[in-house]
């Protein structure tokens, strides 16, 4: 356990379908990651927040829309997603300031499109 | 641009010494990771070095040289629960340093 939770952990969704992943962190950090990560490629990192604003959208397409209501939640709405987009979603924490940042994970939820 | 290397498929026997090495090159350097990911899990942090030398936690120990865009994971004592991928990522001075990036890993195998 890394006091970041994902739900669900498995989902799968046609393309018309509108889903919802949530992120939850107990860490006290105030920034928030969403990564996607497919296999046999470098994680991809999709959108940051810190102190709820975002500060990073990396070129994701808009049927991914992210959400920060507080700094220990974040979510990822997803709509009319395509075969490609399925893939493991991995949201990550970290602090905001200090020296390093380093970034603690959830378990991930693997996203099949049908 | 930004653009991470490394090895893609490493093996060593338990009980030895592997080192991991990753180059990169990135505009706005201001950190260099290392995660470990086993299969199905998310990556767990190892270590972090933004100076030019060795940080050494454990049996674990990671170089940097800036200048030479260079950074290696050296594992010692290995133990079949290393069998792992092990991530390169490098943090970026924009957006006030959130932006890490990643390699494609390096997925360790220990035999017996």
């Known amino acids: 356990e890394t006091g970041v939770t994902q739900t669900p952990r498995h989902l799968v969704m046609g393309m018309t379908n509108k889903k919802s992943l949530k992120c939850e962190q107990h860490l006290g950090h105030n920034a928030m990651y969403w990564y996607k990560q497919s296999a046999k490629k470098p994680l991809e990192l999709m959108f940051v927040y810190s102190l709820e604003e975002r500060v990073e959208n990396n070129s994701v397409p808009s049927r991914f829309s992210p959400e920060c209501p507080n700094s220990s939640h974040l979510f990822l709405h997803l709509h009319t997603l395509q075969p490609e987009d399925s893939a493991l979603y991995l949201c990550?924490?970290?602090?905001?300031?200090?020296?390093?940042?380093?970034?603690?994970f959830g378990p991930g939820t693997r996203l099949t499109v049908t | 641009g930004q653009n991470i290397d490394q090895p893609t498929e490493m093996t060593a026997t338990e009980g030895a010494i592997v080192q991991i090495n990753c180059t990169y090159q990135?505009?706005?350097?201001?950190?260099l990771f290392w995660y470990q990911q086993h299969a199905g899990e998310a990556p767990t942090f190892l270590s972090y070095n933004v100076l030019d030398g060795l940080e050494e936690k454990g049996r674990f120990s990671s170089f940097l040289s800036r200048s030479k865009g260079y950074s290696y994971l050296l594992l010692k004592e290995l133990q079949m629960k290393d069998s792992a991928s092990y991530l390169c990522a490098v943090r970026d001075i924009n957006t006030g340093g959130f932006k890490t990036i990643f390699g494609a890993g390096t997925r360790l195998f220990v035999k017996a």
């Open positions: 990550a924490s970290s602090h905001s300031q200090g020296s390093s940042y380093e970034q603690y």
């Open positions: 990135t505009s706005g350097f201001n950190g």
